[in-house]
């Protein structure tokens, strides 16, 4: 509370008089960067229909944030139940919308067919929990847990043509 109070340029009193505890700053934020997020992937869908390409830029932009976020800021959440329960919410509506996503990729010949992406959706979004909830990886940047974490995940469900287009994408932006 003392860094956003001087980041901002108030008091901390006058921030406590503005929001009665952490809790409520961090719902603010988490609700700010969901929005944010929301009209990124509005904006990348306007722009093309390729769900490589959305795939893709999508990453690109959370591989940003998660270079400005440490691994600690999720395992912090972890002990506020309303953030949890908002998050688990927000991931519960996002069901659909990814399940949506990855068939439309399974048509375009990126995503295998062999998989259940409800179940996979659901182990994602499990795995996600499971790095927030835990200080096992504190010693990480978030930013290699996603890299690495994704990485895997994305590979594992792409056919050879998704694959080879996820590669070009990693070469162009992550090799040095």
């Known amino acids: 509370m003392d ?8 008091s901390k009193r006058t ?3 503005t929001y009665p505890n952490k809790e409520v700053v961090l719902m603010g934020v988490l609700t700010n960067i969901m929005e944010e997020r929301d009209d990124l992937l509005q904006e990348v869908m306007s722009k093309t229909d390729n769900v490589m ?8 932009l959370q591989i940003e944030f998660s270079a ?3 691994s600690a800021f ?3 959440m972890a002990k506020y139940p309303t953030i949890e ?6 991931n519960i509506s996002q069901r659909e919308k990814a ?8 048509a375009q010949g990126y995503f295998r067919r062999d998989i259940d992406y409800k179940i996979f959706n659901r182990i994602t979004t499990g795995i996600m929990r ?3 909830s835990t200080n096992e990886f504190n010693d990480l940047s978030f930013q290699q847990l996603f890299v690495n974490c994704h990485s895997v995940i994305i590979r594992g469900v792409c056919t050879k043509k998704g694959i080879e287009r996820f590669e070009r994408f990693m070469i162009e932006n992550f090799e040095n």
Request: aromatic letters at 14%; a negative charge.
């Open 68 to 70: 400005a976020t440490h």
């Open 74 to 76: 999720f395992s912090d």
């Open 3 to 10: 860094d956003i109070a001087r980041g901002i340029g108030i």
């Open 15 to 17: 921030l406590y008089e």
């Open 130 to 132: 499971m790095l927030r």
């Open 85 to 90: 329960k908002m998050l688990a919410e927000f």
């Open 99 to 106: 399940y949506n996503f990855y068939m439309k990729g399974v």
């Open 53 to 60: 390409d959305i795939l893709c830029e999508v990453l690109r």
